[in-house]
């Protein structure tokens, strides 16, 4: 099993910058690749970035057009996404994702074999 688990989300203004962070825990070596997803209400969930713990990114340039970024710190086990400019739009709960498989298409939701409990991000205008 591996646990995941979410920090550094709040209200934020538009036009301000955050940064989360993914912990993850437990059978690590299980976690290939960390994913991060958002979902507003209403809306289905929405695949932004995901790395591998070998540093290779995959960022969903459509959705946040060069505002985000992701890194990971193997030493903590951790992964951040950092954000820049955010707009109400940005409103949602991130979610961190961790999948056993290494390769193959990392913006599949399903595909992921655990999930963080999310934190909510609000962006006031």
């Known amino acids: 099993q591996v646990q995941l688990v979410e920090s550094g989300g709040g209200l934020v203004q538009a036009g301000g910058s955050l940064r989360l962070s993914c912990a993850a825990s437990?059978?690590?070596?299980?976690?290939?690749?960390i994913g991060w997803f958002r979902q507003a209400p209403g809306r289905e969930r929405q695949f932004l970035a995901a790395?591998?713990?070998?540093?290779?990114?995959?960022i969903n340039t459509h959705s946040v057009k060069g505002r985000f970024t992701i890194s990971r710190d193997n030493a903590k086990n951790t992964v951040y996404i950092h954000f820049d400019s955010l707009t109400p739009e940005d409103t949602a709960v991130y979610y961190c994702?961790?999948?056993?498989?290494?390769?193959?298409?990392?913006?599949?939701?399903?595909?992921?074999?655990?999930w963080g409990r999310g934190t909510q991000v609000t962006v006031s205008s």
């Open positions: 994702a961790a999948r056993r498989r290494g390769s193959g298409n990392f913006a599949i939701a399903t595909d992921y074999d655990y």
């Open positions: 790395i591998t713990w070998q540093g290779d990114q995959t």
């Open positions: 437990g059978r690590t070596s299980g976690s290939a690749v």
